[in-house]
């Protein structure tokens, strides 16, 4: 089989993993808070399922990262990955107490380690040119998910069978369904999935630093971080002719993420260049990405844990209208990444991520203003919550896409995985889940509206601090 071909079963497997992962999200997500009812479970442990899969991706994304940076295999990572989501979506469907239940959102979540590696693969193979354009395909996928998971609830929720010692019914059955999804990509990733090598090297007949200030400059047009030192001569993401490195020979080694591999292995040799992980995390252009994303993936997923007990005490929905709602949300992230796609080839990655996060600043006010005290008939208490949930999801897309793109090009390669792995993991998705019931008496449950609306201000100074501090970055 040929390179080329082999790459696009790669392709097409990977978007098959992120798809899986948005269905399981879709399918799980709606039933969670009613499954645990059934079990006498006290409100916090809602907080407690999301947050444990959340906390065991954090936990296994740079481990996983680590790996996969060491050995550029991403094959043999997936595969391990996998074992842990069959094996915690079959704890889930075997249930029995809330006990079970929490243990296994835990194992699955070990198994969301992988998108760091994949997420590193990516970054190993794409230009910065077209990184953003790729990240955002990948993450549409798992957004179509979204829109499949609420169709998959709509004949899931009619099961009522045994098997076995084994109930299957609608809380049941997502848990095997995810199950066999996992097997079947299981065998998928064994027999269509390749670790192929980056693309060849290509030549240019300029110096290695003009040439990486080239590469980067057609992506960012300003610099996102210039230091004083550099200040007169040249800076990240903007070209100085002036100031020119001479190399012997015309040859020069280009790799895709605006690196020169010449030039890195001689560095490698200097004692500067052996800094750790930790120290590139902490410099600043990096520190002000994570602060962003944190922000943002913090209350997102806030309004996630406390949108289902909002719909059931205001709205007396149930689970068919929880996955109606979840699957009109994925219509929205998925147009909203096929949206930051087409911007991505005219808006740099800086204007896409201030876009987001000033869509995300106007969705924390609305929630801050109309949903403290939700009162009025039911249409107007259902056109509140929607438009807040409509501005809280627009402003998703541009923030995920910016921010991954954005980090991949303010860190080494050889870090790539793992950097990948922190804002990915780092899209506390898992720290914002596990803030949401930091509250042990559950009183977040049971007053949802006024937790949502006490992050909501809390998050919108927050964000409004941090494009500050991005601007300052950006421009200082």
Not at 20 to 48: C, D, H, K, M, R
Not at 138 to 145: D, E, K, L, S, T
């Amino acid at each position: 089989m040929d390179v080329q071909r082999k790459k696009k079963w790669t392709n097409l497997t990977i978007g098959l993993l992120f798809l899986s992962g948005g269905i399981e999200y879709a399918v799980i997500l709606p039933t969670l808070w009613a499954y645990l009812q059934t079990l006498n479970a006290e409100p916090y442990f809602l907080g407690l399922g999301i947050s444990a899969f959340s906390f065991a991706g954090l936990i296994t994304g740079p481990l996983f990262g680590y790996w996969s940076d060491r050995t550029h295999k991403t094959k043999a990572i997936i595969l391990f990955a996998n074992l842990f989501q069959i094996a915690g979506n079959f704890m889930y469907f075997v249930g029995g107490s809330k006990w079970m239940l929490l243990s296994g959102r835990l194992v699955a979540g070990v198994g969301t380690g992988a998108g760091a590696s994949i997420f590193g693969y990516l970054s190993r193979t794409t230009t910065s040119q077209e990184r953003a354009t790729v990240f955002a395909a990948v993450m549409a996928c798992r957004q179509a998910g979204l829109l499949i998971g609420p169709a998959c609830n709509l004949f899931l929720r009619l099961c009522n069978f045994q098997v076995g010692p084994f109930v299957v019914d609608k809380f049941t059955s997502p848990g095997i369904f995810m199950c066999m999804v996992w097997l079947l990509l299981q065998i998928i990733v064994a027999t269509l999935y390749y670790d192929l090598p980056p693309p060849p090297l290509g030549h240019s007949s300029k110096a290695p630093a003009a040439a990486v200030r080239d590469a980067v400059e057609e992506e960012e047009e300003k610099p996102l971080v210039q230091h004083e030192e550099a200040a007169e001569s040249s800076s990240y993401g903007s070209t100085s002719t002036e100031h020119r490195e001479a190399v012997s020979g015309d040859e020069v080694r280009y790799v895709p993420n605006g690196h020169l591999a010449d030039e890195e292995a001689s560095l490698e040799k200097t004692p500067a260049y052996n800094f750790s992980s930790m120290t590139e995390y902490l410099r600043e252009e990096v520190v002000v990405l994570l602060t962003a994303q944190f922000i943002t993936l913090f209350n997102q997923t806030a309004l996630e844990t406390m949108v289902t007990p909002i719909t059931q005490k205001f709205l007396n929905f149930g689970e068919l209208e929880n996955s109606i709602m979840y699957f009109l949300c994925g219509v929205e992230v998925i147009a909203g990444f096929f949206l930051v796609r087409c911007l991505s080839t005219r808006l740099s990655d800086r204007i896409l991520l201030v876009l987001g996060l000033v869509i995300c600043n106007i969705a924390c006010a609305w929630c801050l203003f109309f949903l403290v005290r939700p009162r009025g008939t039911f249409t107007i208490l259902l056109t509140e919550l929607v438009v807040g949930v409509f501005l809280q999801v627009l402003g998703l897309p541009f923030v995920a896409v910016s921010q991954v793109s954005l980090f991949s090009k303010v860190t080494a390669e050889r870090t790539q995985g793992k950097a990948v792995s922190q804002i990915l993991k780092f899209r506390i998705e898992y720290s914002g889940r596990l803030g949401c019931e930091c509250d042990p008496c559950g009183r977040h449950i049971r007053n949802p509206q006024r937790s949502v609306c006490a992050r909501a201000g809390r998050d919108s100074v927050l964000l409004c601090m941090c494009k500050v501090q991005f601007s300052v970055s950006a421009y200082v």
